[in-house]
């Protein structure tokens, strides 16, 4: 059946792959590739219109809403048409047999009307409510909590440069809610009202669709392997995943700010079931024992990719450098010992994490991570992405952070066994990544490419002007 979509005007790259992840969650494996899309006509892809079909019955359809954070509300469309003639026309040709079961004298009901990228007046409201007399309502109205929510949604051309997409005709759809978005969730789950946060926590709205894309539910196995003060296994608990992390820091993870402010307070602020467990660990140095594989259902993280916080990994410079030998921490500072690190570029990091993920992650399982990415000049940004044999990338989602840089939401699917094969040639690039530890510090600086001052065309005016930027830039919010 196809439906009307009404997105959140927000995280545009974000708004599909969230519906075919929860379609896949809750239909299925592979029913998130059965899901289609179409624009309605005249409107611009980033419009928060979007007709899509979904596999099974309304049920299905509502979960997936219901679940989602970036569905404002999916409709049966009963009509739409750019005036409230053609509305009305479209309307009355809509088959009965799937109006009537939704006006029934027992049935209640309430009748919203909504506009995008422009404001009416209450009167007007009142008036679109009564232009609707062609609809046989019987039910009984409940401003409170009705049975059927009826929408009426009216877009309009409003104009250019206003940072909104641009909408080439009015377009007023009449349907009925399926499901919406739970946003109550996110007061609750802000930040500024988290026990224990750290300079990269994650904001909480992006937790729940990374936990979204990462199919967290009961019964599945969450693991992120940069787990600072827990953010996204919060999310991911929420949703009723078991969790477990792992950081390299052990005031993280042991201590966080006190036996009250910590990652395990984290989860009992919000009476979430604790982390399995919570490791000091190094993704570059993993801890798991010969031969363990395959034991999470989902890899969920964001990298430390050197912009705000440089990645570290176990060792020490001199260490790397062969000028010192591996030494043994002396039995009485072991309690309080903090082991030397050397910094950690972001090539080695996502090689690592992608091994990791190849090695550990069962069949079908999901990695999804962070990885930025420089932009242009124009706004361009280069899309080449990591691969790995044993992984098909089923979505990326930019999410644009500043003129200079943006960070995407790589979404992939375990696909192949991990074969000694893969494992050998991951122990060999390991290899290169040692030997040639500097080569690769130099090539993953990303902080310097972010934070150099810009560069100046021949008119003397930075190449990155804001004001030569078109309002509209689609991807940034
Ligand atoms: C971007 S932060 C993640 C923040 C986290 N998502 C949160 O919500 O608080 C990256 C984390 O990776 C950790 N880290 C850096 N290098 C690491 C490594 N080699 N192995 C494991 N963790 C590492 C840092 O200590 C930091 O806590």
């Not at 929408?151 to 759809?173: A, C, H, Q, W």
């Not at 050197?306 to 921490?329: F, I, N």
């Not at 080695?348 to 000049?377: K, N, Q, S, T």
């Not at 990338?393 to 840089?405: A, D, K, M, N, T």
């Amino acid at each position: 059946m196809w439906y009307l979509c009404a997105f959140y005007h927000r995280l545009l790259d974000y708004r599909r792959p969230e519906v075919e992840s929860l379609t896949e969650l809750f239909g299925g494996p592979g029913a998130g590739d059965t899901v289609e899309w179409r624009m309605p006509e005249n409107h611009h892809e980033d419009s928060p219109f979007h007709l899509v079909r979904l596999p099974g019955d309304e049920r299905l359809a509502a979960q997936v809403a219901n679940r989602s954070l970036l569905v404002k509300g999916l409709y049966e469309l009963w009509g739409q048409g750019t005036t409230y003639e053609e509305l009305e026309k479209s309307v009355r040709e809509y088959p009965d047999e799937r109006k009537l079961p939704y006006l029934t004298p027992e049935s209640t009901f309430k009748i919203f009307v909504e506009t995008f990228g422009k404001a009416i007046s209450s009167q007007e409201q009142n008036e679109i409510m009564n232009s609707l007399t062609y609809i046989p309502f019987m039910g009984r109205v409940n401003l409170k909590n009705p049975e059927n929510k009826f929408f009426v949604i009216e877009t309009d051309d409003y104009g250019s440069n206003n940072g909104l997409p641009p909408v080439m005709k009015r377009t007023i759809f009449f349907g009925r809610e399926v499901g919406a978005a739970d946003r109550h969730l996110l007061p609750i789950y802000q930040l500024k009202s988290r026990k224990y946060l750290g300079p990269t926590a994650m904001d909480a709205e992006m937790a729940f669709l990374m936990a979204n894309q990462g199919l967290a539910r009961p019964g599945k196995l969450v693991y992120d392997p940069f787990v600072g003060t827990g953010s996204i296994l919060v999310a991911a608990a929420h949703f009723g995943a078991m969790t477990m992390g792992a950081d390299i820091d052990i005031r993280v993870v042991r201590d966080g700010r006190g036996p009250d402010c910590n990652v395990w307070s984290n989860f009992e602020q919000y009476k979430l079931p604790a982390p399995l467990s919570l490791l000091r660990a190094d993704n570059n140095l993993p801890p798991w024992r010969p031969g363990l594989k395959e034991i999470f259902d989902a890899i969920i993280c964001d990298p430390p990719y050197g912009v705000r916080a440089g990645g570290r990994k176990s060792g020490g410079r001199k260490l790397l450098k062969g000028v010192k030998g591996p030494y043994t921490v002396p039995e009485e500072k072991r309690d309080n010992h903090i082991p030397s690190t050397a910094a950690y570029s972001l090539a080695e990091c996502v090689h690592d994490l992608l091994h990791l993920a190849a090695r550990m992650l069962v069949m079908g399982g999901r990695l999804v991570f962070f990885y930025p990415i420089l932009r242009g000049e124009d706004g361009s940004s280069n899309t080449q992405f990591p691969e790995h044999p044993c992984f098909k990338l089923i979505c990326s989602c930019e999410q644009i952070l500043s003129l200079r840089y943006s960070r995407v939401l790589l979404t992939m699917v375990k696909v192949a066994p991990y074969t000694e094969e893969i494992k050998k040639m991951a122990e060999e690039q390991h290899r290169d990544f040692r030997e040639n530890h500097q080569k690769w510090l130099d090539e993953g600086n990303l902080h310097s490419a972010v934070f150099s001052p810009a560069e100046s065309a021949a008119d003397g005016k930075s190449k990155f002007d804001r004001d030569s930027k078109p309002k509209y830039r689609g991807k940034y919010v």
